[in-house]
């Protein structure tokens, strides 16, 4: 059994910066990609940026050029670099692992800004 374990998430004030990561308890095999989604009370759970196995990347239109997504495929660790924060950023925010076989979540951290 697979594990997502998330850390990073807080509270800040509007402009401020976070830092998540996402590690696997073990290596995952046949991985696609790794990315982070993210979902506010009473919304629908949207994807925030995605890097694929091969290093490309996307972005929703709501962080280009304040969000930035990296990997550590070694060791099975995916960041999301989140600069100038927005009160509308908040939201639990998930990482996800899919592979050619099953679809990894991990516990879901809260990111809180306040304005």
């Known amino acids: 059994q697979v594990q997502l374990v998330e850390s990073g998430g807080g509270l800040v004030q509007a402009g401020g910066s976070l830092r998540l990561s996402c590690a696997a308890s073990?290596?995952?095999?046949?991985?696609?990609?790794m990315g982070w989604y993210r979902q506010a009370p009473g919304k629908q759970r949207e994807m925030v940026a995605v890097?694929?196995?091969?290093?490309?990347?996307n972005y929703a239109d709501s962080v280009k050029g304040r969000f930035t997504i990296s990997r550590d495929i070694g060791k099975s660790t995916v960041y999301l670099q989140m600069n100038s924060l927005k009160p509308e950023d908040t939201a639990v925010y998930y990482c996800n692992f899919p592979t050619r076989g099953t679809n990894y979540w991990g516990q879901g951290t809260q990111v809180t800004v306040s304005s």
């Open positions: 073990r290596t995952i095999l046949n991985l696609i990609a």
């Open positions: 890097i694929s196995i091969g290093g490309s990347t």
